[in-house]
């Protein structure tokens, strides 16, 4: 938060599904397949880490296209 305080938007444990409709809700559209935040480190690494909208799913990490 701008104050610097932190706050958690998804409890460990919590479903990947309950992840993803926290910051995209399927209410006014149709349902995503997955959140996908990608990040360019300073030394020109891509992080990717792939969120499926399903309860039961499991989240993935890539760096530089290599699983973690």
Known sequence: A???SQYWLHE???SCKNAVHTLFS?????PPLRMVIEITTD???VVTVSIPYDHNGK???QIDGESV
């Not at 399927?26 to 149709?30: G, P, V």
């Open 2 to 4: 701008i104050d610097g």
């Open 43 to 45: 030394t020109g690494r």
């Open 26 to 30: 399927d209410d006014y559209a149709a």
């Open 12 to 14: 460990k444990g919590e």
């Open 59 to 61: 989240a993935s990490v």
